[in-house]
């Protein structure tokens, strides 16, 4: 039995070490990687669910007790079946570790070429920061055809940045930056989610994720990086409340939402929570903006998040609210 035992677990360990020597660098890409890993699961369970429930349903009926039959044989054990079922699955077992743990691998290593953005969630909505000083927000574009890495932090609370079609899922820490990389093999418009809740807007937390042709990628880099400068007050003013996601709580009909209504607010008397009364000027709404829940409108809940903007921006939110008669 001692000398079994030995070649039982020599053959486990050559078994390890040629798992290891093919789980080496190979995909380059993680999404495919993790898709040949849930096939494989997904085989290996399928497999394993029919044979037991054939063998189940067939032994049930082939050796089920009839009519007039006594008790059946008594088997104390078989050596060869235990060595059997417990080899086998071992196999298995270490094979799958192995695979997991080089995808995993494969997963934390990015590519020396990666083109690399910064991801920042806030409460609610993803600020992108790119490596020419652009920034987009609820809008990740990438070049296709060349690795992505995405550091990822948060402003405010834990959120969580999800891109199905890229099988690529992270959290996103305040105070840590976190990574994850894919590579966008052609061109497509996709949907990134926050997949961690993190308050009312949670459910608005959605980012689109455009991978470009390399030349259609490098045009949008040269034009961003010029356009905004040269964006008239109220048009930027215009751009900021869409891009922010102001639109989620506040409409532009009169029609009330989360929040008052965008509508004539400028210049409008307005009565607060705590029965003070002020006039939506300048002022007011650049305060809503820094320190939202402290002059709540009356009927409202304090829910707004804060916003930190550049003053430019600030005036150019307000410029904008003017012109909503
Ligand atoms: Cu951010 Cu959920």
């Not at 360990?13 to 040629?18: M, T």
């Not at 969580?160 to 105070?175: N, W």
Request: net charge neutral.
């Amino acid at each position: 039995m001692k000398k079994g035992f030995w070649i039982l677990v020599s053959v486990v360990l050559l078994f390890c070490l040629f798992s290891l020597a093919i789980a080496g660098d190979r995909a380059v890409d993680p999404a495919k990687s993790w898709d040949n890993h849930y096939n494989l699961y997904f085989i290996l369970v399928a497999g394993i669910w029919l044979l037991v429930t054939v063998l189940l349903v067939y032994f049930s009926l082939r050796y089920r007790r009839k009519k007039g039959q006594g008790d059946g044989a008594y088997i104390p054990g078989n050596t060869l079946l235990e060595i059997i079922w417990t080899v086998v699955p071992l196999i298995i077992v270490t094979l799958l570790g192995v695979q997991t743990w080089a995808v995993y691998k494969e997963y934390r290593h990015v590519p020396k070429d990666a083109y690399e953005v910064n991801v920042e969630g806030f409460m609610w909505g993803w600020n992108v920061t790119y490596p020419e000083g652009i920034k987009t927000i609820n809008e990740l574009r990438v070049p296709a055809g060349r690795p992505v890495k995405v550091n990822l932090t948060s402003k405010d609370v834990l959120h969580a940045f999800f891109i199905p079609e890229y099988r690529v899922q992270e959290e996103a820490i305040p105070g840590r930056t976190t990574f994850f990389w894919f590579k966008p093999s052609r061109a497509g418009e996709y949907r990134a989610y926050c997949t961690e809740f993190c308050g009312n807007g949670h459910s608005l937390m959605l980012a689109k994720v455009v991978a470009m042709e390399k030349d259609g990628f490098d045009a949008w880099v040269a034009q961003q990086k010029g356009a905004v400068a040269k964006l008239l007050p109220v048009d930027r003013g215009k751009k900021l409340v869409e891009d922010l996601g102001c639109l989620g709580c506040h409409t532009l009909t009169g029609e009330k939402s989360a929040g008052p209504s965008l509508k004539g607010v400028y210049g409008r008397e307005t009565m607060l929570a705590d029965g003070r009364k002020v006039v939506a000027n300048d002022e007011y709404i650049e305060h809503a903006l820094e320190t939202p829940n402290r002059d709540v409108v009356k009927g409202y809940t304090p829910t707004m998040p804060p916003y930190n903007l550049p003053i430019e921006d600030e005036h150019a939110i307000v410029e904008y609210l003017k012109t909503l008669k």
